[in-house]
């Protein structure tokens, strides 16, 4: 089956898919039905305003965030996580079982306690929930998994959120509430006992229960690399801007709008229903591997849909009566609104699945559950956050429209400020698009490219792109040894100077500068990084593979590590390459979407690399007989 979607065929997915699913619905299903409780018989339950009840409610669930986040990493890195997500089911079981206590005395207190213990729940399965992905999926499942966990969470929210809003209104709703909620928590716990086993990768682990010395201990964790500490921050962020959205919807939609309580469903719909697109549209998009390329163009969406929802929003509240989804669906400009919507939740999926699989991915293994609770953290960090910077800039009078605007132009400072710190997002972006709009990329071979350690790759040279075309197809970062010249080009230079390019010149026009090219392929493969050669010298003039030159004997005699052949076709009369002079001479003879093949042999042991050798394995994988 083409897509994530066979995995929802598999046991090592489907329970767990179903178990996060359950609670994610019942989480909502609880909290949701107790704010509207609280929004329209807060009387009978307390003296204190609607208002105040609701924000506590919010503050209340999301303050175990602060408090167990650090203690539920440490406890998915100690023990088996398939029992831990069972333990958590049985939590959730007594959870529902105290809030019909609560209901039943009509105790606000009981009922608090309930969503707190709510909160616990989620974040003890936070860590769970991403660290188990790694474990049960191959790599190139694992954007996809993500992708089916993400739409799913945010279709839980959606229908749980309906569904507390609806059972609450009923007679005796706070019956068929409790009711309901212990029937789902009883069908995640039996969805959680089908769970294969995922053993504990730090089993010796003691855990340590100092709030303080242990959040800063896992914060440590995720900045022990740089870049997936920095997918935290964007992940963080994206939380903050979504709940700012999502927030505002119910006063949006009555107060700019007009719209009754159907149609801030509608509105909540249309944003849900773009996640999930998204979400499954970043697995195709990504080639069913983790594509960081995608998330630039996911903030890039971001922030048009943001500033474009603002400019569509009417400046006048239409008068009469509020209008039902049906009746506003006849306003003119409401099209507009539900289509930027549906782009902030389409680009928000491009944006955030590739950060989740690349944190998955990136972190040390030891520690993956810790790095995602400090993930958890900074989430609810940055959502409190963002929740009192909206109540402070719409007090200060702000119209909800100008703030969607304001958060948009935040939203590109952010992004800018990331990518400025780790190019390699953007350096992603731009090979993406290459291989997305110029050429259609055929690759084979790619597991014989080592995952870790270092190597050296050498390739025929057939155009000005093929370094980009490697990097399209490796999603390990590659220090590509190129010709000083080709830095000239403005694009090439950016992105070659992102991917930490190594310049180099002949000795006759430079010693220097091609003994200090030498001294860094050196220090970058004893580092246990990937190193690119272009053997031949310079792009090809006649489609053909020249003899290789000796420089590539004196880096593996420097530094024995394996050599990877690889070879490309296909580039032989692209506008990057010599076949029609001088290369973009003819820029009006490109053909896009012109289809390229990387072939990528197995390794050759340093001690069999011969230049002979190489260029023979090199023009065979072409095609050619030597």
């Given amino acids: 089956m083409s897509g994530p979607f066979h995995l929802l065929k598999t046991r090592r997915f489907l329970p767990f898919f179903t178990t996060q699913f359950l609670g994610a619905f019942n989480d909502n299903l609880f909290k949701n039905s107790l704010i509207v409780l609280l929004t329209y018989k807060a009387a009978s339950w307390t003296s204190l305003k609607p208002e105040v009840l609701v924000n506590l409610a919010a503050g209340i669930f999301i303050l175990p965030f602060f408090l167990f986040s650090a203690t539920a990493g440490q406890l998915a890195d100690k023990y088996d996580k398939a029992r831990l997500a069972r333990l958590v089911k049985v939590l959730e079981i007594a959870i529902m079982l105290v809030a019909g206590v609560g209901f039943a005395l009509h105790s606000l207190a009981v009922l608090m306690g309930a969503l707190f213990l709510f909160g616990v729940h989620s974040t003890l399965f936070g860590p769970v929930k991403y660290a188990i992905l790694p474990q049960h999926l191959k790599e190139h499942e694992l954007v996809g998994g993500n992708a089916l966990v993400e739409a799913g969470t945010f279709v839980a929210i959606l229908v749980g959120t309906l569904a507390g809003g609806l059972i609450a209104r009923l007679d005796r709703g706070t019956v ?10 009883i069908a995640g716990y ?32 995720a900045r022990e690399n740089r870049t997936v500490f920095l997918s935290i921050v964007g992940i963080s962020w994206f939380w903050l801007y979504g709940a700012l959205f999502l927030a505002q919807f119910p006063a949006y939609t009555k107060n700019v709008l007009g719209g009754s309580e159907t149609a801030v469903t509608l509105l909540l719909g249309t944003f849900t229903v773009g996640i999930g697109i998204g979400s499954i549209l970043c697995e195709r998009l990504s080639g069913r591997l983790v594509e960081i390329g995608l998330v630039p163009f996911g903030s890039i969406g ?27 669906l006849n306003i003119p400009g409401t099209w507009r609104i539900l289509f930027d919507l549906c782009g902030l939740g389409l680009f928000g999926g491009l944006f955030i699945v590739p950060l989740y699989a690349l944190i998955q991915l990136r972190s040390n293994v030891a520690h993956r559950a810790r790095i995602i609770a400090a993930n958890n953290i900074m989430n609810a960090l940055f959502m409190v956050t963002g929740a009192l910077a909206a109540a402070g800039l719409l007090g200060a009078g702000l119209s909800i429209p100008a703030l969607f605007g304001v958060a948009a132009l935040c939203n590109a400072a952010v992004a800018i400020f990331i990518y400025k710190l780790v190019p390699e997002f953007l350096l992603r972006f731009v090979v993406w698009i290459l291989i997305h709009s110029v050429y259609r990329l055929d690759q084979r071979g790619v597991e ?49 100077k992102a991917g930490r390019a190594i310049p180099i010149a002949p000795a006759k026009e430079d010693a220097a500068l091609k003994a200090k090219a030498f001294d860094e392929v050196s220090q970058a493969l004893a580092a246990g990084e990937l190193v690119g050669i272009f053997p031949e010298g310079n792009v090809s003039a006649d489609g053909e593979i020249a003899a290789f030159r000796p420089g590539i004997a004196q880096i593996i005699a420097r530094n024995p590590v394996p050599v990877i052949p690889m070879a490309l076709s296909g580039l032989w009369g692209s506008i990057f390459s010599r076949a029609h002079g001088a290369v973009l001479s003819k820029p009006w003879m490109a053909r896009p979407f012109r289809k390229v093949m990387l072939k990528i042999g197995e390794p050759v042991m340093p001690e069999e690399a011969t230049l002979e050798g190489l260029r023979a394995e090199v023009r065979r994988l072409r095609g050619e007989e030597p």
């Fill in 190 to 221: 039996l969805a959680s006992r089908k769970i294969p086993l995922a053993p504990a990768p730090d089993a010796q682990l003691r855990v340590n229960f100092n709030l303080f010395t242990e959040t800063w201990r896992n914060i440590a964790f």
């Fill in 448 to 496: 014989h490219i080592p995952e870790e350690g270092p190597a050296v790759l050498v390739c025929n040279h057939a155009s000005l792109v093929d370094a980009l075309i490697i990097m399209a197809a490796c999603r390990r970062p590659i220090r590509f040894v190129i010709d000083h010249h080709i830095f000239r080009w403005p694009i090439l230079s950016f992105v070659l």
């Fill in 302 to 328: 971001l922030t048009l849909f943001g500033l474009d929802l603002a400019w569509a929003s009417p400046s006048q509240l239409p008068g009469g009566e509020l209008l039902g989804a049906m009746a506003l």
């Fill in 176 to 185: 068929w509430i409790t009711a309901g909620g212990l029937a789902v928590a």
